[in-house]
């Protein structure tokens, strides 16, 4: 069974950075498989952040982090990784890593816990 596992949250001042990492484990290859990080902030539904293929070509960002969020990942390790450049407090959520198998387009099958980030202004 694929598990993810988030960390790296916590407290961030705008115009600061900070960065995510999830690990995937229970498979011993993550070949094929696409990553993706989503956030759901308090009384708002999830919305996708960043996702990138296993190949890490041409990842997908939401509008709102084109510029400051960069999505990359290390396939020795079996991880993907959020940097988050220059916050806004609008980014305040839980972020949670996941998983599919093929493209970043399509449902994601496996979701982690998440990890909660605060932006302050």
């Known amino acids: 069974q694929v598990q993810l596992g988030e960390s790296g949250g916590g407290l961030v001042q705008t115009g600061g950075s900070l960065r995510l990492s999830c690990a995937a484990s229970?498979?011993?290859?993550?070949?094929?498989?696409?990553m993706g990080w989503f956030r759901q902030a308090p009384g708002k539904e999830r919305e996708f952040v960043a996702a990138?293929?296993?190949?890490?070509?041409?990842?997908g960002y939401a509008d709102s982090v084109k510029g400051r969020f960069t999505i990359s990942r290390d396939n020795t390790k079996n991880a993907v990784y959020l940097q988050m450049n220059s916050p806004k407090p609008e980014d305040t959520a839980v972020y949670s890593c996941?998983?599919?198998?093929?493209?970043?387009?399509?449902?994601?099958?496996?979701w982690g816990q998440g990890t909660q980030v605060t932006v302050s202004s």
């Open positions: 996941a998983a599919r198998v093929g493209g970043i387009y399509g449902a994601w099958n496996y």
């Open positions: 229970g498979r011993t290859s993550f070949s094929g498989y696409a």
């Open positions: 990138i293929s296993w190949s890490g070509g041409s990842p």
